[in-house]
Each structure stands twice: as structure tokens, then as C-alpha cells.
């Protein structure tokens, strides 16, 4: 590993200034995704500015919603009471990733900012747009069974490995950020970013900016939620295909709202806005919801390894709805 300096500010604007200042200079929280990439030579940074003393760890209810901290911890968020009666899409989605070990260190922050898993990203003897743009894609013709079967573009084909992001995308959350410039929200729906031409950028942050906390509005899906994720094993892998689902259901079994999002299927968390508008309004039936997961699926492209997922994702779909409206 290459040496590199290692400074520990106290307050939110001496870190940003750093960072903002210093290209070679990363914020460092929980380290579980950062530090790996240091060891496997991915990234090499100069300064490490561990933002670990910032007083951002809160998780607090605010104007009928909620603020969480960027510093919390994904096992603070997951087994919050206020989160599980009231969030529970989002305790699920967490419960899903990684460990309990990797869950006490990994902050909210550090997953919503974890890098691909595509193993020619983690190979610095293999050609690879995102860790070297222009050096092209290993994947595309290469094992690309775990790779994105929407939004992909000729440069890069990875996809996004965070669960608690499928459940934030779903559940509307906005990202509060500050850098240089000042103070500003991201809906989580702009937050992260296909590859198109810069597959080297995961998310629209700017130079120096920090994610301070991540919001969610007034709760309205408490019951009828599941985060459903297909994997290889059943403890400790990324997903080949999730699905978080959320419905809002009246006294007769109507639709009155449904969130539907998606992971492992692209290089951000994706949701599923026309299977939405499709089942608003309509009643809970196993037929409506077959009929939402084709919809879904409108739009897929597979690869030479991963043409499962295109029978994978629409049958994970339409499971996830079941279970979300306890019908069997
Ligand atoms: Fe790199 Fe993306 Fe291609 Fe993977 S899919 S090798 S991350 S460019």
C-alpha cells in the first residue's frame, strides 16, 4: 500500500476545506469498502481525512420525517425503533448487506458512496473505464454474470452493490450535502448516475463535497414492505437481483400508493416507475403484479453471462409483491 497522510479534523468545515483543497485527499468513515480498495491498489490516496469525530452520527425525527446522520451506522440505522416501525422497506435492505461485523463499522454516508464490486474494477491488471478511463471494459466481453441488465452504456456495465440504497431510491430519501459551496439536498433519484461517457463518476457530488445526513419524508408505507434480494449464498454476497417493494393498500386490498426499486440490475439503484403507475389504483392480485414485473422489465439487455437475470428479475418482481401483500 502506498503511504499516505492521515489527518483527524473535529469540526464539518475544516474537513470539506481539506478535501475540497487536495485531489488526492479522501474522506475516510467506517473504511470498509476504502480500505479494501487501498490494499488491492484500486485507489491510492495521499491524505486520508477521517471524518469519524464529526458530529454526524444522529438519527433524529424531524417534521414528521426523519434525519439520519451520514456517520450512523448502518446497524444503528437497521435497529432503530423508530426505523423499524416506521421505515421497516429500510431496516430490511440493510439487514440484507454485508455482516453484522462489516454493518457495526459501515457508516450511512460510506454505503451510499461504495464502490462497484465488478471484479475487473478490483483488478489492477485488467482493462477498466472506471478505475482508468479510457483503458476500456473488461466485463462487456468478459464474465459479466453480476452486470447490469438496464442503463449500461459501451463503457461500462457494472452496477451499484448497496441494499440500503435500493430501499432510500424506493422510499424517496433526499441527501443533504455540504462542501465548498455551501449546503444543498440531492433527491436519491439524482444522486447516483448511469455510466454513459464517465463511468469514473458514481454520483453527482462535486469537488469536496460531504454527505452530512440522508432524509426520509413522513412515513407511508409502515406494513405491506419487503425487500426481497437474490444472491449466491445466502449470507455475505452482493445481489444478483433485489427488489424492494412498498405498498399502500385501502380497507378493500386498492392500491392507493406502491414503491418498487430494484438493485444489482444497474450502475444506480432502479426503480420501476412505469410498474408503478401501472398498479396505482388497482387491487391486489396476482395477476395485476405479473403484469407490473413485465412491465418492469421493459427495456432490459443482458450480456453473454447474465441473460438469467432478464427471467430472474421479473419473477424476484413479482415475489416481492406477494410477500409485500401477504398473499401466497
Ligand atoms: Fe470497469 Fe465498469 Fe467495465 Fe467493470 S463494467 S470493467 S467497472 S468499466
Redesign the pocket.
Known amino acids: 500500500m502506498k503511504p499516505f497522510q492521515y489527518m483527524r479534523p473535529t469540526d464539518t468545515p475544516a474537513a470539506i476545506r481539506v478535501k475540497g483543497k487536495e485531489a488526492g485527499a479522501y474522506f475516510l468513515a467506517g473504511g470498509t469498502n476504502l480500505v479494501d480498495l487501498m490494499k488491492m491498489g484500486v485507489v491510492a490516496p495521499e491524505k486520508l481525512v477521517d471524518i469519524n469525530r464529526l458530529p454526524l452520527r444522529g438519527i433524529e425525527v424531524v417534521g414528521g420525517g426523519l434525519r439520519i446522520g451520514a456517520l450512523a451506522t448502518n446497524s444503528e440505522v437497521a435497529d432503530h425503533p423508530y426505523v423499524l416501525e416506521h421505515y421497516p422497506l429500510l431496516s430490511m435492505a440493510i439487514n440484507a448487506g454485508a455482516s453484522p461485523q462489516l454493518r457495526n463499522m459501515a457508516t450511512t454516508g460510506g454505503n451510499l458512496l461504495q464502490r462497484?464490486r465488478?471484479s475487473?474494477?478490483f483488478d489492477p491488471t485488467m482493462p477498466?473505464?472506471?478505475?482508468v478511463p479510457g483503458s476500456g471494459?473488461?466485463?462487456?466481453d468478459g464474465i459479466n454474470r453480476m452486470?447490469a441488465i438496464f442503463g449500461a452504456s459501451e463503457?461500462?456495465?457494472?452496477v451499484n452493490p448497496s441494499d440500503m440504497s435500493v430501499a432510500l431510491r424506493a422510499l424517496d430519501a433526499v441527501v443533504r450535502v455540504s462542501g465548498p459551496a455551501g449546503e444543498r439536498s440531492i433527491a436519491m433519484e439524482d444522486f447516483h448516475r448511469l455510466?454513459g461517457e464517465q463511468?469514473e463518476l458514481d454520483n453527482t457530488l462535486q469537488k469536496g463535497e460531504l454527505i452530512t445526513a440522508v432524509e426520509l419524508p413522513a412515513p407511508v408505507f409502515t406494513k405491506n414492505v419487503h425487500y426481497l434480494k437474490i444472491r449466491d449464498r445466502t449470507s455475505y454476497a452482493f445481489a444478483l437481483v433485489s427488489v424492494a417493494a412498498a405498498l399502500d393498500l385501502d380497507g378493500s386490498r386498492g392500491i392507493r400508493g406502491v414503491r418498487l426499486a430494484m438493485g444489482g440490475v444497474a450502475h444506480k439503484p432502479w426503480r420501476l416507475g412505469a410498474a408503478e403507475e401501472f398498479l396505482k389504483g388497482k387491487t391486489v392480485t396476482e395477476d395485476n403484479f405479473r403484469q407490473a414485473a413485465q412491465i418492469a422489465m421493459q427495456g432490459a439487455k443482458g450480456y453473454s453471462y447474465n441473460q438469467f437475470k432478464l427471467r430472474m428479475a421479473p419473477n424476484a418482481i413479482l415475489q416481492a409483491l406477494k410477500t409485500a401483500a401477504a398473499i401466497v
Do not use: D, E, L, V
Open positions: 462497484t465488478c475487473y474494477f477498466c473505464n472506471k478505475r471494459c473488461g466485463a462487456i452486470h463503457k461500462c456495465i457494472a455510466p463511468p
